[in-house]
């Protein structure tokens, strides 16, 4: 649940983002903090961008203009890196969502994480794996909203897979058993919010939204291979997860 005192600064590089992703993504930043900072970099004179403006006004959105100096050359890159350290330096905040699919922020995610605050990465299924890898959680646009005219519109879901494709996806199974096997008691059940968070570590960009399941307990029950149970403590209820015993071999 987000804690409305968490302040973030969300940055987006124009050049590697789409106008449609607007409203999803803003509200996916909802769910963890509250965006005090809102900036868009790009060359706001080139035609290209034009499509940007409705979702600017309608979000309030602060376009920062760049101009490109020369062709071939990101300079928009350039001037959101140095903005995001600025406001990294003045100490205000408690995170950064960096929205682009580009490589060059790699290091600049890394730096921020150094400094101990939290780097939520947006970006399409293209975005290399070192900039992935480098901030604390890493969400795919698709699962945010998709284009349509150059309008937005709410996200369609991804398409759901089976029970027997989610088994084939070796690296899916082995990192949800791993972190199962991390956190369970002696019965071996592990709270689902647990085993959540230590996925997460391991592999930032997880999310059962990108196997078409709105949360973690559906996939794990779609999956087949794990047991789930709810359970009242305190005043609520939660979910506990554990790896199904193999039945005993008949004699």
Known sequence: MANDATKLAVLIDADNARPAIVEGLLAEVAKYGTAHVKRIYGDWTKPDLNSWKDALLRHSIQPIQQFRYTVGKNATDSAMIIDAMDLLYAKRFDGFCIVSSDSDFTRLASRIRESGLTVYGFGERK???????????????????????????????????????LRQDTRLVNLLRDAIQDADDDAGWASLSAVGNMVGKRAPEFDSRNWGYAKLSGLINAIGLFQTEERQVGNGKHIYVRIKKKPAARE
């Open 127 to 165: 975005t290399p794996a070192p900039f992935v890898a480098a901030c604390d959680r890493f969400i795919y646009t698709d699962v945010l909203g998709k284009t349509d005219g150059g309008e937005e519109r709410p996200a369609e879901p991804v398409p759901r897979k089976g029970a027997k494709e």
